[in-house]
């Protein structure tokens, strides 16, 4: 790709430069690249020192920042919490815009990837021979930030789903926890005869919860090939997802309390919700938002539809650097750090990690959980990520299409209507804009 | 009125001071450098289009071609047009009532409720919004607290009533404004006339009715340009509540907030710089048909 | 008859004692509850936020909305919302101090002198600057955001102060209202007066014209203090440092930090935040009342 071979250049040149700066005078190791320095050029970087600006929206970032300046004395890291996810894509792309004000490493939502790599606004970090990486990371999240052949970022964490359930919700209903959908759906209805305030599951048409849903089901909806795009939201897994959910919101058998509203908080404490399908992320946050329910949720796989164990990632994030960084090199290094240093890791308590080592790590595998009742989460968490469907892409434009979910599909389950319309809607949507942007579609 | 001087012998002949200029200059600098030159920009904007794939290219009035087929653009528009032309005379009917009433010589606590009814001005849409996002609730809400106190199921909320609830937002915030407004011009109005009434004898309502009324209407004129924008421009309320109920609000649910998702989530900056300007110019038009109905029966 | 007057009715239309010269009037009770109506409806939320702002976290989804719950949290809210982040609610009220005192203050002064010099002096182009200026109120905010966010950024001038400060000093409405002051409280007779007498025309200003329009400034500092202490939308989108976040921005960045999965029980912290950010300006009305009545009512003695 065109942006994608300017970028090396770009970084390259940069990389040549700081080396040759640098290193006058050391011979270069055998087989490093020639074009970027490799990774010694990091290593290079981080015993010059320097300033970088890293921006995120997790309160976790400017703990991590410290802990790395901790180490690296030289090194001053100024953390920027932009709040929100949509506040900082916005504060972001503003500042891209621009062209002031950018920051040297930033956060990014693996569905974002490809958002901001496709204009140039992130570094390839094949440069500096960080694609060397792809061993230490779990395959989904490797192919999440490799869009378009190059590295663009590095993973932080995974985000394997897994059904959190309310055990007392289901013992105290004499109800199995579910293991296919269509058991699913019956636990739901016998839930809503046994008391019609109580539901099975929390959903109003949630954009990450649809595009990992139809991931689960074996749905490729988009697909992107440098300036071509195909999206068909109704192919074989999307309906697959769309006709077994249709029964699920036409019955009512969902509660709808918008995500992040007192409603919501209230409803999980009240042990109203039995089950919250979700990435590892919601481990760290349930016993903050739902005291209440200490010692009664558990973990269990995903329901699948035939039996085969099927799975998709639900979130997650990986941190890049811009290409209007001045200081490359040792962004590149802050990233190297961020994403494979266990103290990394430890500043970021209830990361659920997507390196291969942490996953398979014993003790980390066997840690028991108070909150779920002593039970050995992260166990079934990684063995969730084998289920993981390969081959998953995202639009170059994510952060928009999600923006309109809630007024396409979300409008089916508002009126309790057929979802595939819904789908139909938001690819219309999407096809259109698509072509606005200039991108050649296939549906 | 702004004459130069003439040879000619008038009654009153105007000088041109340009003195005048000088006390002017320093807004007339900061105005075209905060609000001409982004406009300028803005139209520039609009004749362009930057693309994901293909970079910036001109596009003439492409652009504003594009708006006038855009369904999502006139369900907004639509939208705010009923907003306008149910909430505006509902909020200036309360308005005018409570200036009335305020006038009035035979109320106690004056001042109390003059301060009182005005103070939701001063109160921030984010609280604002954050103050009625919770009390329209139905778990922890007023409206909640409501239909438990009366067995009723009165859901805020809902489709069809969350226009009306974004209304119920607005003319709180505005009342006290718009009331002030009313009533500074009602305090205007020469005692001589009143003098004139009660030789005539006239009763209180007569006095409100023939007197005050027909003096308010200048008054009323700009009160009513205030809502026109107000309305029109629509993005506070529904752009902060839609937190609470995402499916309910689109991101075209006004033009404004058409315009601002497409600037800063959809990065179609052009578009959206596109519809801001055609709403300016819809917005004019309104104002300035407002104002001229509002002039033409003053001056019967 | 008009000393009588003028003795019982301070707030009155001079005048309308006429009607009844020899008694009082009597007192409407309808009247007074007609206008309890209003004031129930516009201070319900307020009294909402006030009561609230005293409980605690979980008092408040669970308690009676309108009332107060068992446990009186006041003083702990205050103190979390003052020492939340190192103080930060702290630094953004003064921010908006700031940002009032310069904004507010500066647009007052710029409104005032154009107002001026557009009433009370002739001069070629006064239409053209009158209708472009006006027509500016017509255009919506988010319009001019980006530009502005462009221009402001060219200039390196984005996430400083100068970035909320500048935009709040061009206030057409507030040119608006200095003109209707200027021209109905500045007669121009004193002016030709002072002319006659020697005095330059900012002398003149200073002097006379500005006791004069008093009351009318005092009005439009006050709408622009409303206006710039509850900015919100550009200083959202020039601002990146919560150091210089004003108070609307900070209170939005808290209420983020209470939503979604990340969420933290901050609820009523926010709350309590609120309530100390709508009382300056409440402080300001009460104390500045005497004012802007008078403002108000100066356009009518005339006349």
């Not at chain 2, 709180?172 to 005692?191: D, F, Q, R, T, V």
Request: glycine share 8%; aromatic share 12%; proline share 5%.
């Amino acid at each position: 790709m065109r942006t994608t071979k300017s970028q090396r250049g770009t970084a390259a040149a940069a990389s040549v430069l700081l080396m040759g700066l640098v290193l006058s005078g050391c011979t270069s190791p055998e087989g490093s690249e020639v074009d970027g320095g490799g990774e010694e050029a990091l290593d290079a970087a981080l015993a010059e020192g320097g300033t970088l600006e890293y921006w995120s929206w997790l309160p976790s970032g400017e703990a991590q920042a410290e802990a790395f300046m901790a180490e690296h004395e030289n090194v001053t890291i100024n953390v920027r919490n932009t709040g929100g996810v949509s506040e900082h894509n916005m504060a972001l792309q503003n500042a891209i815009t621009a062209g002031t004000g950018v920051p040297d490493v930033i956060q990014v939502e693996y569905q974002s990837i490809a958002q901001y790599q496709l204009p140039g606004s992130l570094l390839d970090l094949t440069a500096y021979g960080l694609d060397g990486l792809e061993d230490t990371f779990t395959a989904s999240t490797w192919q999440a930030v490799t869009p378009n052949d190059g590295v663009w970022a590095l993973p932080q964490d995974s985000a394997p789903m897994s059904m959190f359930y309310n055990a007392s919700v289901f013992d105290a209903n004499g109800l199995e926890v579910p293991t296919t959908w269509e058991e699913f759906i019956a636990a739901g209805e016998a839930l809503e005869a046994s008391n019609p305030d109580l539901c099975i599951i929390n959903d109003i048409g949630d954009a990450g919860f649809t595009t990992s849903m139809i991931w689960q089901a074996g749905g490729r909806p988009f697909k992107v090939e440098g300036d071509t795009v195909h999206i068909d939201l109704q192919d074989e897994g999307a309906r697959l997802w769309a006709d077994t959910w249709n029964e699920l919101v036409e019955k009512g058998l969902n509660c709808e309390f918008p995500p992040g509203t007192n409603e919501w908080f209230q409803a999980l404490n009240a042990g109203t919700i039995a089950t919250l399908p979700a990435g590892p992320w919601m481990a760290a946050a349930l016993p903050r938002l739902v005291p209440d329910g200490a010692g009664m949720w558990r973990v269990a796989p995903m329901p699948s539809y035939d039996g085969t164990p099927a799975n998709a990632e639900n979130g997650g994030s990986a941190q890049a650097v811009t290409s209007a960084s001045s200081s490359p090199a040792l962004a590149a290094a802050f990233l190297r750090w961020l994403s494979t240093d266990p103290a990394s890791f430890a500043a970021y308590p209830g990361m659920f990690p997507s390196t291969v080592a942490e996953l398979s790590n014993e003790e980390f595998l066997a840690q028991e959980v108070e909150y779920f009742g002593g039970q050995k989460i992260n166990e079934v968490f990684a063995d969730g990520v084998d289920a993981v469907g390969a081959g998953w892409q995202y639009l170059p434009w994510q952060v928009y299409a999600n923006g309109i979910v809630s007024e396409t599909v979300g409008q089916s389950y508002l009126n309790r209507t057929d979802i595939n319309d819904g789908l139909a809607e938001w690819q219309e949507r999407n096809v259109r804009y698509a072509q606005e942007q200039g991108f050649t579609v296939e549906e | 009125m702004s004459n130069v001087a003439t040879a000619r012998p008038s009654a009153r002949r105007v000088k041109t001071r340009w003195a005048g200029l000088w006390f002017t200059i320093p807004f007339l600098a900061v105005f075209t450098f905060v609000l001409i030159l982004p406009l300028l920009y803005a139209l520039y904007l609009s004749l362009f289009q930057n693309r994901l794939v293909g970079g910036n290219t001109f596009v003439g009035l492409d652009n504003f071609a594009r708006v006038f087929t855009d369904p999502l653009f006139w369900e907004g528009l639509g939208r705010v047009s009923v907003f306008f032309v149910i909430q505006v005379p509902i909020m200036l009917l309360l308005s005018l009532v409570a200036a009335l009433v305020l006038d009035s010589v035979r109320l106690r606590g004056t001042s109390f409720f003059r301060i009182a009814i005005f103070l939701p001005f001063a109160v921030p849409s984010v609280v604002a919004a954050l103050l009625w996002g919770f009390m329209y609730g139905e778990q922890f809400g007023l409206v909640g607290n409501i239909n438990d106190a009366f067995g009723t199921e009165i859901a805020v909320m809902t489709q069809d009533w969350f226009l009306a609830a974004i209304g119920n937002i607005a003319t709180w915030g505005a009342l006290g404004y718009n009331m002030l407004i009313l009533y500074s011009s009602l305090k205007s109005i020469p005692p001589e006339l009143y003098e004139a009434a009660a030789l005539d004898g006239a009763s209180s309502w007569r006095v409100a009715w023939n007197i005050k009324l027909p003096y308010l209407r200048g008054a009323a004129v700009i009160a009513l340009i205030f809502s026109v924008i107000g309305s029109f421009h629509l993005f506070n309320e529904p752009n902060l509540l839609k937190t609470l109920v995402p499916n309910l609000v689109s991101t075209y649910y006004t033009p404004n907030m058409y315009a601002y998702n497409l600037s800063f989530v959809g990065q179609q900056t052009n578009y959206a710089a596109t519809i801001t300007i055609v709403m300016g110019i819809v917005t004019a038009i309104i104002a300035y048909v407002v104002q001229l109905r509002g002039n033409k029966e003053a001056l019967q | 008859m008009s000393i009588a007057t003028r003795k019982r009715t301070r707030t009155l239309a001079p005048g309308y004692e006429h009607i009844r010269p020899d008694r009082p009037a009597p007192r409407s009770i309808g009247l007074t509850i007609v206008m309890v109506f209003f004031a129930l409806y516009a201070l319900l939320p307020l009294f909402w936020l006030f009561i609230n702002s005293t409980k605690t976290y979980d008092s408040l989804l669970n308690s009676f909305g309108l009332w107060f719950s068992g446990e009186f949290a006041l003083f702990d809210n205050l103190a979390e919302v003052v020492t939340r982040d190192d103080g930060i609610f702290v630094q953004w009220f003064a921010n908006s101090i700031l940002y009032v005192v310069l904004g507010a203050g500066g647009a007052t002064i710029i409104a005032t002198l154009a107002g001026y010099g557009m009433a009370k002096f002739t001069f070629p182009g006064k239409k053209a600057i009158f209708a472009v200026v006006l027509g500016a109120i017509a255009i919506p905010g988010t319009a001019l955001a980006v530009p502005t966010f462009l221009l402001f950024s060219s200039l390196s001038l984005t996430d400083t102060m100068l970035s909320v400060i500048i935009p709040s000093l061009a206030s057409p409405f507030g040119f608006y209202l200095m003109w209707i002051f200027a021209r109905e409280s500045v007669p121009t007779e004193i002016l030709e007066a002072a002319r006659v007498d020697g005095a330059s025309e900012l002398r003149t200003f200073t002097t006379i014209s500005l006791r004069l329009m008093a009351p009318g400034i005092v009005t439009v500092l006050l709408f622009q203090i409303v206006g710039v202490w509850n900015n919100y939308f550009l200083p959202l989108i020039m601002l990146r440092s919560e150091e210089i976040f004003p108070l609307p921005l900070g209170l939005q960045l808290w209420y983020l930090e209470a939503a979604g999965p990340q969420a933290l029980p901050i609820y009523h912290i926010i709350i309590t935040a609120s309530v100390l950010s709508i009382l300056p300006i409440i402080i300001a009305f009460l104390a500045l009342q005497r004012f802007w009545q008078n403002g108000l009512s100066v356009g009518g003695v005339k006349a």
